[in-house]
């Protein structure tokens, strides 16, 4: 909770000086949008050892193997990039940029997760 309080004080910090700056400097202000966002993502690492967690209790809990976990939780972090990514892209005022990047992170992502859809097909055409 501590850290989202952090996170919302820089961004809103982040967010006037930027309005301040985007009619005479407005390459200014998207460096500073990219720096927030690299700032906010190092402070959210510390994190990762929940989300780790957590892997391991599904992993154990279920049985799961980590050919079935590691494509979810590649597709995730796919997604979260892609995300920000275009959302950095309409900040810049490049919308044909950030659909080319939603485009791309929704391939990049069933790319990922094909070969578990592919064992799950394979194991429901075996019940059949």
């Keep these: 909770m501590e850290l989202m309080f952090r996170v919302s004080a820089s961004v809103i910090c982040v967010l006037l000086v930027s309005l301040l700056i985007r009619r005479t400097n407005p ?5 500073l ?12 690492l510390r994190l990762s050892s929940g989300i780790q967690e957590l892997h391991g209790f599904v992993r154990d809990k279920f049985g799961l193997s980590e ?10 972090a796919a997604a979260i990039v892609t995300r920000l990514t275009a959302d950095l892209c309409k900040d ?8 080319a990047v939603e485009l791309a992170g929704s391939l990049c992502a069933l790319g990922i ?3 578990l859809l592919m064992t799950m097909l394979r194991m429901v055409g075996g019940l059949l």
Excluded at 33 to 44: D, E, N, P, Q, Y
Excluded at 67 to 76: A, S
Excluded at 94 to 99: E, F, G, I, L, N
Aim: with cysteine; glycine share 2%; charged share 5%.
């Design 27 to 31: 390459e200014m202000a998207a460096l």
């Design 33 to 44: 949008g990219l720096a927030v966002v690299a700032v906010i993502l190092l402070a959210s």
């Design 113 to 115: 997760i094909m070969p």
């Design 67 to 76: 050919t079935v976990m590691q494509p979810v939780i590649k597709c995730v």
């Design 92 to 99: 810049s005022s490049q919308s044909a940029a950030a659909a």
